[in-house]
């Protein structure tokens, strides 16, 4: 079983539809979650971070952590053309020395959406 | 902004050759990863340095090693390149004051012949 286990999709969506996300864990170290969005041929870029169960809202985007079921979701509201890419959750267990920026990765969610 | 810059965008190699990707940040960051990216196996960690001359391995180290000789550079190094390391390579950095958030750069898309 693989640490982190996210929906390779593809998920193909109409502009302005609300649009979900998941990744879920078997680690229970994991205390950081944080979303990547990842456009084609380019390196990912920090979408959401987050350390503590519940819902962080920036903008349009909404990330959600259950640590009790182990499952976090991102949230994508009102979608447009331009969030189109791939976007991976990453899981870090607790800070400390040389686990800094440890990151695993779920496989990433393809996301279209189509005008 | 954080910037990491690897300097290579697009290589296409022989097999049996020796590859270098480099990488270089601009935020005084004590840690610096590669990882490699490929279709259905999401990203894997190769190596990663929390200081200089310092490194440790990542989950796939095999038939890859890594330099990093001034706090800003990380260099990966393919002694001899295999069709099997034809993949998209990330850089990236972090500072573990600001948490575990890391910041990659645009990526080195190998192709080995």
């Known amino acids: 079983q693989k640490e982190v286990e996210q929906d390779p999709g593809p998920l193909s969506v109409p502009e302005g539809a609300i649009v979900s996300l998941n990744c879920t864990y078997s680690n229970s170290a994991f205390q950081y979650f944080m979303w990547y969005r990842q456009y084609s041929r380019k390196g990912p870029e920090l979408l959401m971070y987050t350390y503590s169960s519940g819902n962080k809202e920036d903008g349009r985007f909404t990330a959600q952590v259950d640590k009790s079921s182990k499952y976090i979701s991102l949230f994508i509201r009102d979608s447009q053309p331009s969030d189109s890419a791939t976007y991976l959750c990453a899981l870090s267990p607790n800070a400390g020395g040389t686990s800094y920026g440890k990151l695993t990765f779920g496989q990433g969610t393809i996301l279209t959406v189509h005008p | 902004d954080v910037k990491v810059t690897q300097s290579s965008r697009y290589l296409v190699k022989r097999t049996g050759e020796k590859v270098f990707l480099e990488c270089v940040q601009d935020m005084d960051h004590e840690n610096m990863f590669w990882y490699r990216q490929d279709p259905g196996l999401g990203l894997r960690l190769i190596y990663f340095s929390y200081d200089v001359k310092m490194k440790e391995k990542g989950d796939i180290p095999e038939g890859y090693s890594v330099s990093r000789e001034k706090k800003e550079r990380f260099s990966l190094i393919l002694e001899s390149a295999s069709t099997n390391q034809t993949s998209m390579y990330l850089c990236?950095?972090?500072?573990?004051?600001?948490?575990?958030?890391?910041?990659f750069g645009e990526g080195s898309w190998l192709t080995v012949v």
């Open positions: 990236a950095s972090s500072s573990g004051q600001r948490g575990n958030t890391i910041y």
